[in-house]
DNA sequence: TATTTATTTTCAATTTCATCAAATTATATT
DNA sequence: AATATAATTTGATGAAATTGAAAATAAATA
């Protein structure tokens, strides 16, 4: 439940993250009269092209605009839907679900602070709720809607922990990511069920 | 006029930056409750007392809160009328006005691209145009509402450029800041009239 | 196939932000 | 005065964002 809404927290935050710079703002104006491709915008701003596309994918992160391709041209247009809502609305959360969130978002912070260091696991926990709050965190590194070989997962991975066969696991484990036939996908936030297996019984990979 | 636009939109977008940050939307919902002090929320997030301070000057600065003092507690309460705008409202730039904004962006970053370099400024432009570009760059180091003594003022500017005495009679000539008796303050935005002196020319101090 | 055009990704340099500890400022209490 | 409490500022450190050059993709056209 208060996971919902500290998901949800992060992903308003993105948005006005995405809006927070003024060259964005210009662009979102710019598409909002037509919608334009990259090459375009950067034309207009005299800017560098792959400037431009830095920014328009953060936007595009935001769901703030769409694309679509068009020849070997990416059309970017507003998301009219996601601008309706006032800042109030944006930020609001339910008193009831406050508290809750807080301790949520002090135990996470907490955990994370003792498990990482310079984003280096120290070491795998012992308790489940732990290992799914690090393995959420580890889970971030992976985008969605896209497919990753094992040796891409076991790269990304490493950087983390030298033992990426318990972190793979735990990922497929803890239903944040799923594998068929050697290719792994993120998984777009099960409904948070804490699996059977724990990381550190069944070792076998 | 697109000055003013372009004034705005760097308000704008200070705004959403503001709120781009999980840990200010959740301060923002506890403020609403009810008007707290900094003590009470750091120890309801466990957070460092610094570190709540910081995000309220944020929020503080982009209008999204304001404080009063109450004995040595500052107590900080919601500012409803600047959350009630969509993101449309908030990002919306008439499209007349966009064209200049753009040019009048485009044109600055050039010239602020031309004479600095790591924040260093390389050389004082001849244009009192240009002037104008770098000048009110290097206003903003100077915060509003703040007195500043001469050996302050100095102490900024010489992290700019050696010729301090230029810069700080620039400073006041375009109306960016005021001198009174030695002591020197920041005016917020005068109708960008071009004076007659230049940088260039009278040099006594 | 080779070349052009638009876009994205990767990398590196730089700047800005987040965080906390320590020092400082301001007010209240003893 | 001395002490206690709240808040802010400063400095250090790590994380994230901005930017653009260069390389890599992708589609169109000669």
Redesign the interface.
């Known amino acids: 439940m208060s996971e919902q809404v ?1 998901k949800n ?2 992903e ?11 060259m ?3 662009l ?3 598409i ?2 037509k919608p334009r491709h990259g090459q375009e915008l950067a034309a ?3 800017l560098n092209p792959a400037t431009v596309s830095h920014h328009l994918a953060a936007l595009s992160n935001a769901g703030m605009v769409v694309s679509t391709k068009d020849q070997y041209y990416q059309i970017f247009s507003l998301v ?1 839907e ?7 609305e ?4 339910p ?1 009831a679900q ?1 508290m809750d ?2 301790k949520e ?2 135990y996470k ?2 955990v994370l602070r003792t498990f990482f260091h310079n984003n280096i696991l120290l070491a795998i926990p012992a308790q489940r709720k732990k290992q799914q709050i690090i393995l959420e965190e580890i889970a971030n590194a992976f985008e969605f809607n896209r497919k990753y070989s094992e040796k891409e997962v076991n790269h990304i991975l490493v950087d983390f922990y030298e033992d990426v066969a318990s972190l793979r696991r735990g990922l497929i484990d803890f239903g944040l990511m799923e594998r068929s036939q050697g290719v792994y996908w993120r998984i777009k936030k099960p409904s948070d069920p804490l699996p059977e297996s724990s990381l550190l019984t069944n070792k076998e990979d």
């Open positions: 500290d927290l992060a308003r935050a993105k948005v006005f993250r995405a809006l927070g710079h003024p964005r703002l210009i979102l104006n710019l909002r009269e207009i701003l005299s009219k996601n601008l309706a809502k006032t800042l109030d944006m930020i609001y959360i008193s406050m969130s807080v978002d002090a912070k907490k």
